[in-house]
């Protein structure tokens, strides 16, 4: 049982700007709601020192806030309205909650995002107003043991994985104590196609078509959503994901290709799309889609800058049907997956976002309603939605007290939904997180490891 024991509204350390900061249409269309992070740490001789952990984290937080001061900000609905938002940098600050557990930190097993994580991060109403709603929401729970953990929400309009993980880093530097500083590339107009730059091409929507819904079924979703969800967490070995490498590029035409061939993403993702098409026993015909992201930050030209704040990710799509992806190699699968990376360049990503710039309404590409319910398009049986943490900086998120022995997703899971995490070990070896219906998990944890 976890019991909030205080609540503290942590502002910037010193004044800053008050103005309204434009959001460019990249933001526009990500969900509003906050995205969920756990970090677990044991139990120190820094925490049981007198250095009280949450001052350590109010103090800290407060200094960050100062750099990334249009995270202390609140939401609007803008004017122009089709379910856009603006900024206000005000300064209202960050709720951080103060919890105590008494579970024990080893009661956590391998960090599977259960209902018992869900526990340790902060739970918004998203039937609160807009402007009410905290951008960044923060709760340091201790547990029985001596450890803590740190939950951690960012409204994803905000931030994506690099930007986030910035904020982070610059957090816990000022808690240790150490520098330098390096402040984020606050500017987001910076994403604007200038008119030299306009884009060549024009962007094919058909990425962002609704996904396909399963065979002989009018409207499957509204059934899918009904069905009880469950969540595994799962590892590949180093050895497990080379494996998969090797048989990917068994056919990869190195001659004719760069002589680069298929990444551990390229066959791991691949191979999880293959089980769970199988696992789920859909049809030959049936249509499937990978949905996953790109980060664009190197795409343009100029790169954007190193540390801009904001989001830089694009959607990408990789279809079949159940039938080809089942009865081709896995070489096949992660061909899909390339093509579809390649397709990310930087004609397509202006096009991307100037095609957002004009849409009516961003809300409809939204996965969840302003009341954080799923809405809109659902990508869960057929289809699957993968996210990679591969190549981000995770780890050594250290308060003073040590690095986390565990950093992984919150439980804010559908069905489908999937996170490749590198294991915190750095030994080659990959976490998949990942939300099924619970009728065909057993069969696809059976796939996963049988297939390799």
């Known amino acids: 049982m976890v019991t909030v024991k205080a609540t503290h509204t942590v502002r910037p350390a010193e004044p800053t700007p008050e103005e309204i900061m434009y959001i460019n249409s990249c933001d526009q269309i990500k969900d509003i709601t906050h995205t969920p992070t756990i970090y677990f740490y044991k139990n120190s001789e820094a925490l049981d020192s007198e250095n009280d952990a949450v001052s350590i984290l109010r103090d800290s937080l407060s200094k960050a806030l100062f750099l990334f001061y249009p995270l202390a900000g609140r939401l609007n ?5 089709g379910s856009r938002v603006e900024l206000h940098c005000n300064g209202k600050g ?16 391998d960090f599977t995002p259960t209902a018992a994580i869900q526990a340790l991060i902060p739970s918004v109403d998203y039937t609160t107003p807009i402007d009410e709603i905290p ?14 953990s740190v939950g951690l929400g960012i409204s994803h309009v905000m931030a994506d994985g690099p930007s986030a993980l910035h904020f982070v880093d610059e957090w816990t530097k000022f808690a240790r104590g150490v520098g330098p500083a390096v402040p984020p590339f606050l500017d987001r107009k910076v994403l604007e196609t200038p008119p030299e730059k306009a884009p060549a091409v024009k962007f094919d929507p058909a990425v962002l078509r609704r996904p396909p819904t399963l065979v002989g079924e009018d409207d499957s979703s509204l059934e ?3 069905k009880p969800i469950g969540v595994a967490f799962l590892t590949l070995t180093k050895l497990q994901i080379e494996k998969l490498r090797n048989k990917a590029n068994l056919d990869f035409d190195y001659e004719n290709s760069g002589g680069r061939g298929y990444s551990r993403f390229e066959a791991v993702a691949a191979h999880i799309w293959r089980c769970t098409s199988k696992a789920r026993g859909h049809v030959a015909e049936q249509q499937t889609s990978l949905h996953f992201v790109a980060d664009f930050r190197n795409k343009l030209q100029p790169p954007l800058p190193k540390n801009y704040f904001g989001n830089a990710l694009i ?10 992806l089942l009865l081709n190699p ?6 899909k997956i390339r093509e579809a990376v390649e397709k990310v360049t930087e004609d397509t990503v202006r096009a991307y976002l100037d095609y957002l710039k004009e849409l009516p309404d961003v809300g409809r590409f ?13 990508y869960g049986n057929p289809n699957l939605a993968i996210i990679s943490w591969m190549s981000l900086p995770l780890y050594g ?3 003073g007290w040590g690095n986390e022995i565990h950093l992984g997703p919150g439980p804010m899971g559908f069905d489908g939904k999937t996170f490749i995490i590198p294991t915190r070990e750095g030994n080659g070896s990959f976490n998949v997180a990942i939300w099924l219906q619970e009728e065909y998990m057993g069969a696809f944890k059976n796939f996963l490891y049988d297939g390799i």
Not at 94 to 109: K, N, Q, W
Not at 135 to 148: A, K, N, S
Not at 366 to 378: A, E, I, Q, T
């Open 366 to 378: 939204r996965s969840l309603d302003n009341s954080g319910r799923p809405k809109g398009d659902f």
């Open 77 to 81: 609905w803008a004017a122009e309205g």
């Open 330 to 335: 896995i070489g096949a699968a992660s061909r």
């Open 224 to 226: 899918q959503r009904k």
């Open 135 to 148: 951008l960044v929401i923060v709760q340091l729970t201790r547990f029985r043991c001596g450890g803590v």
């Open 315 to 324: 959607r990408v799509e990789a279809t079949d049907t159940s039938g080809s």
């Open 94 to 109: 960050v709720p951080l909650f103060e919890a105590e557990s008494d579970a024990a930190v080893e009661d956590f097993g």
């Open 397 to 399: 998120a250290d308060f």
